[in-house]
């Protein structure tokens, strides 16, 4: 599959970075020389120095001849503009990354119209992880599935913890079923079966009904208060998405912004919304803003050491969830030593997001990626299934099947039913499937059979 990037910023990179290695042919248009030869030197990839807005360099590229045509520059009119020609050009399928709430509001037309195949928002996607995290205030991260049907929460296992040095098999539940799913220890991943012991400091990857979900937090001392209040420090397009949508699910949102020009926009634009003028990261203002007592606390100012700096302080002195957004991934580890765990990175959101539909895209002939998230530092890889007519498990019981090890079923969508599975299931035409997995770069569910 020939795939062709306009933009070597932080996303452009992630994307050269993970399609290349997964084996497709991928070509980069940027206009720094230098920063393409960075990325050259960082991936297995063919470099255009030029505007991804320009028909010769586009030509030049092979655009004529791409299946997969993506647009990830730092300004929204040029993804755009470049998309419409590459689709003009012949490749099959456009993508084009925009920010603007402007633009992001006529998806329909740009589809229609335009010809562009997929319009992604990171700023929306990043928004939209984080409300999803609201929801289940004691987990570390949240990634759904099926519409939403189904969710993937992280916890820490901490010292005293019910669960500290108990197998997963004698780990019990009065209320549907519960599957840990997958484990961190120490950086290094594990699918676990049923005799693996759990210890204090592993992250821990659970998925189950949720009702089961609800009981497990409760079970295990987790945080399970209802979230009702948000203070989101930094008012640029993620804390705007955040808010509006926080607002129509009737939280009270508050949000701090040092830019007046900025503060005055979103008053007006989010009318259900306390918006104050400010420095979200003095203390003076954070205590007169009572920061203490609201439920969660999101972190989002465009500068990664003040979101660390704040998410700390916020930490030592409320009580509520706290959420931070770092950019760099250099920060990250040094932000998880810190006690910061909800760490929300755009970059990685967005990257993941467009290379589930690069695999969606993959010629396949009994299956197809409908979702994709990557967990645990990336070394875990959650991907959802269709299972087509001519899918070559179908109909064989599970406990017969043979599967590549470092494989696990999850659950299964059967009409409107999820379906946590044994041994003696088995596919059937038009499932979806969960698999957790250790094997990389997936496109086909065949893939992962014993052939």
Not at 53 to 70: K, M, R
């Amino acid at each position: 599959m020939r795939i062709v990037i306009v933009g070597a910023g932080k996303v452009g990179e992630v994307l050269c970075k993970d399609l290349s290695l997964e084996g497709y042919d991928v070509f980069l248009i940027e206009q720094n020389k230098e920063r393409l030869e960075e990325i050259i030197d960082m991936a297995d990839l063919t470099g255009f120095v030029g505007s991804g807005t320009s028909v010769e360099v586009q030509l030049e590229a092979g655009v004529d001849n791409a299946d997969i045509f993506i647009a990830v520059s730092e300004k929204d009119e040029i993804n755009i503009i470049a998309s419409i020609i590459a689709k003009k050009l012949g490749a099959k399928h456009t993508v084009a990354r925009v920010r603007s709430p402007e633009f992001s509001q006529n998806v329909e037309f740009a589809q229609n119209e335009l010809g562009i195949s997929f319009m992604i928002n990171p700023e929306r996607e990043s928004a939209r992880t984080i409300m999803d995290t609201i929801k289940f205030p004691g987990a570390i991260s949240v990634d759904s599935f099926m519409k939403g049907k189904v969710n993937i929460l992280e916890f820490s296992v901490k010292e005293g913890s019910p669960l500290e040095n108990q197998a997963l098999k004698d780990i019990s539940y009065s209320k549907g079923h519960i599957l840990i799913c997958a484990v961190d220890r120490a950086g290094q991943a594990f699918i676990p079966d049923g005799n693996f012991v759990l210890e204090k400091n592993d992250r821990i990857q659970v998925t189950g009904e949720i009702s089961s979900l609800k009981e497990f937090i409760i079970k295990f001392d987790y945080p399970d208060t209802l979230i009702k209040s948000v203070l989101i420090v930094g008012g640029g397009e993620m804390g705007y998405y955040l808010a509006e949508g926080l607002a129509k699910r009737k939280l009270k949102v508050k949000i701090i912004e040092i830019d007046e020009k900025r503060a005055d926009y979103l008053a007006e634009a989010l009318p259900n919304v306390l918006v104050v003028h400010g420095d979200g990261t003095d203390h003076d203002t954070l205590f007169e803003q009572r920061f203490q007592n609201y439920d969660a606390i999101v972190s989002c100012t465009p500068i990664d050491e003040e979101n660390i700096m704040l998410a700390m302080f916020a930490e030592s002195m409320a009580d509520g969830k706290n959420i931070v957004k770092i950019s760099r991934d250099r920060l990250t580890p040094l932000a998880k030593k810190l006690g910061l765990h909800t760490i929300i990175t755009p970059k990685s959101i967005i990257a993941d997001t467009i290379t589930r539909y690069v695999r969606s895209k993959t010629k396949i002939s009994g299956s197809k990626v409908e979702n994709l998230h990557r967990l645990l530092n990336r070394e875990i890889e959650a991907i959802q299934f269709s299972i087509g007519e001519k899918n070559q498990a179908l109909g064989i019981p599970f406990k017969d099947l043979k599967v590549k090890p470092g494989v696990l079923f999850a659950c299964i969508q059967r009409d409107n039913k999820i379906i946590f599975p044994t041994g003696n299931d088995y596919f059937e035409a038009g499932d979806n499937v969960v698999v957790i997995s250790k094997l990389k770069f997936l496109n086909e569910f065949e893939d992962l059979l014993v052939k």
